[in-house]
């Protein structure tokens, strides 16, 4: 059965990343194996699932040894020295949120009104430099102390006199710290703005702006500050790293808003649709729909079996044919018995474009006509796991198997189900019930080694794939993931050949509709192994040529160029990935990525200084890949 693509809310991602750190950097890690995660999540909705651990990883270039050593060495340098300038500035700062009161006791006290230098902006020119110091300082105690009482507007008015001694970023930051407690952001912003003029690796400056434009809506401006600041911060700030991840989250869900008002709704990938389709046994056309029944095109019937027809093409161009024969055949009408079996087609195509709505709407006109076609309630199922209804799909299971208990396809997408939910025990006893009624289908086989494998249960994995080769010697998609289980097992050449077999495979049996997933696949075990950038691209590139849709070969050339420097091409890919997702959870989730690769291009356009820094934290945006 098909799953979303996004993670549902209550539920965790259908197949796991795991090389991701568990420190505050884990978001850039995320990504850098961005492709990997997407790719287990557009196998799973499209009814195949994969196995996608260190085998679905790119892996970051480097000898991971050696160079962990190199980059904690440099990181505790940097630290060090930053430690030191922080310890200094967080001495000089006094507000009450920033430094206890008790940790340290000021060295300049201001005790009475009448102690405090009179200052405004026609005097201060007339005192000397080391006054106007003395001054400053004085003025910045007494403020400290109006603010931990909270007299902000008195701690403001002081600051200020402050700041006409002195050009202080820790006076300019002390005194937004107060216009943040006024809830004033654009006085925050101001005060934030001047203190980073001022020093711009002032972290708390960067994190209280970053806060004000958040307060007011403005998340490109807060996600690029926290962004800075994490990487100032070496990604060491938690909450900074967290703060990057909300805000991602909003941006993303902004633009993606209004990517999805103007959004074309249309049929994604052919790799994509043809997977989903073949996640259901194949069946004979219903009876009097075949090939060679004399229909004609004007009817509804006619435009059925057309439908059908254009569907084995299995290429971009039939799948297009097929949504249209299918909506062409229910306007014409007088299918008669074949009417419930048109709602369920026409369901199906208007699911894969990403019309939820509708498309359920036509599964329930289809089990209404005929509860029989236990197929409909399997894909409505789907929808309602998609909407995130886990208890809806749940439902339309048992009424499926209330119609027919023996249909081999309720516990095989039920099965996809449990999957999804990480419980593998359930999904593998669903998946071997599927092989015990219907042992020549493929997927149910491959399903079942695939569970094994995420069971931890390698030994029977293996046979389970082995037994698969054997008694389907002549189908592609069991090399492609017996080939994923050799890579995750860092058996590179083994995996390679299987990929390699399969890619022949698909050419000589689908020479129009090609699964590119094993070329894919090869591009990443040719760069995990070798570091082979040029022919894992070359692959990519291929794949999109016969599938140009296919968004799993455009989040892979989008990781690969990434994992190279290549920031504003892999924005490019990133970009296009979202162009091509078919909801808005998918779309959120492929701008999401997009914006943290904006970001980090805004970061270095921003402060350069920081370039060279990030680089030294492991590759960028990749930093902690091993």
């Not at 189900?417 to 092989?435: G, N, P, T």
Request: net charge negative; hydrophobic share 35%.
């Amino acid at each position: 059965m098909s799953a979303q693509r996004v993670p549902i809310p209550q539920s965790p991602r259908p197949v796991p990343v795991e090389n991701l750190t568990s420190g505050s950097s884990s978001l850039w890690d995320r990504i850098s194996t961005w492709a990997s995660e997407h790719k287990g999540v557009v196998y799973t909705i499209a009814g195949v699932t994969l196995v996608v651990t260190a085998a679905g990883v790119i892996y970051y270039v480097s000898d991971s040894g050696k160079d962990a050593k190199q980059q904690e060495s440099a990181s505790a340098k940097r630290k060090s020295k930053k430690d030191r300038r922080k310890t200094k500035k967080d001495a000089e700062e006094k507000p009450k949120e920033e430094v206890k009161t008790e940790d340290k006791k000021p060295t300049v006290t201001a005790e009475t009104e009448d102690e405090l230098p009179q200052v405004d902006e026609s005097t201060v020119a007339t005192l000397s430099e080391q006054d106007r110091k003395d001054y400053a300082a004085k003025l910045k105690a007494a403020g400290n102390k109006a603010y931990g009482a909270k007299d902000y507007d008195r701690a403001i008015d002081l600051y200020g006199k402050a700041i006409l001694c002195k050009q202080d970023p820790v006076f300019y930051s002390n005194r937004a710290a107060c216009w943040n407690a006024k809830s004033d952001w654009e006085k925050v912003i101001e005060d934030t703005t001047a203190a980073i003029n001022l020093d711009n690796e002032y972290v708390k400056a960067l994190n209280r702006r970053a806060n004000a434009y958040e307060q007011i809506e403005r998340f490109s401006e807060a996600l690029l500050d926290y962004t800075a600041s994490c990487i100032i911060d070496a990604f060491r700030n938690e909450q900074s790293a967290q703060s990057v991840e909300r805000l991602l989250k909003k941006v993303a869900e902004a633009k993606g808003k209004a990517i999805l008002t103007g959004k074309e709704k249309k049929l994604p990938s052919p790799t994509f649709v043809t997977n989903y389709l073949q996640s259901f046994r194949p069946k004979p056309p219903p009876e009097g729909l075949e090939e060679e029944a004399e229909l004609d095109d004007d009817t509804g019937k006619g435009q059925l079996r057309k439908g059908l027809i254009a569907m084995n093409r299995k290429t971009s161009d039939g799948y297009t044919e097929a949504a249209e024969a299918f909506d062409k055949a229910l306007e014409l009408g007088g299918l008669d018995e074949h009417e419930a079996f048109a709602y369920n087609m026409r369901g199906t195509f208007r699911y894969l474009k990403g019309d939820n709505e509708d498309a359920l709407a036509d599964l329930s006109k289809s089990v209404e006509l005929n509860p029989a076609l236990t197929q409909s309630f399997i894909k409505r199922a789907s929808m309602h796991l998609e909407l995130g209804n886990r208890d809806a799909a749940a439902g339309d299971f048992e009424q499926a198997m209330e119609q027919n208990k023996d249909d081999p396809d309720i516990y095989y997408h039920r099965a996809q189900l449990h999957f999804i939910l990480s419980e593998f025990a359930e999904a593998a006893k669903d998946y071997q019930k599927s092989i015990d009624l219907d042992k020549d289908f493929i997927f149910s086989h491959i399903q079942l080694g695939v569970t094994q494998y995420k069971m931890g249960s390698i030994a029977s994995s293996m046979a389970t794939f082995r037994r698969c080769m054997k008694n389907f010697d002549k189908v592609p998609d069991v090399y492609n993931y017996y080939g994923e289980l050799l890579l995750d097992q860092q058996k590179y050449q083994e995996a390679i050949d299987k990929f390699d077999t399969a890619v022949d495979m698909e050419k000589a049996t689908k020479p129009l509709g090609m699964n590119v997933l094993p070329l894919i696949n090869k591009a990443l075990a040719l760069f995990q192994w070798k570091q082979d950038f040029a022919e894992a691209e070359k692959l990519c590139q291929k794949a999109l040529i016969i599938d140009p849709e296919c968004d799993i070969a455009v989040a892979t050339m989008a990781q690969l160029l990434l994992q190279q420097g290549k920031v504003t091409e892999a924005l490019q890919y990133f970009e296009r990935a979202a162009e091509l997702s078919r909801t808005e959870g998918e779309i959120v989730n492929a701008l999401s990525y997009a914006e943290a690769t904006r970001t980090q291009l805004e970061v270095q356009e921003k402060y350069p200084q920081l370039a060279n820094r990030l680089q030294g934290m492991g590759g960028g945006i990749g930093a902690g890949m091993r």
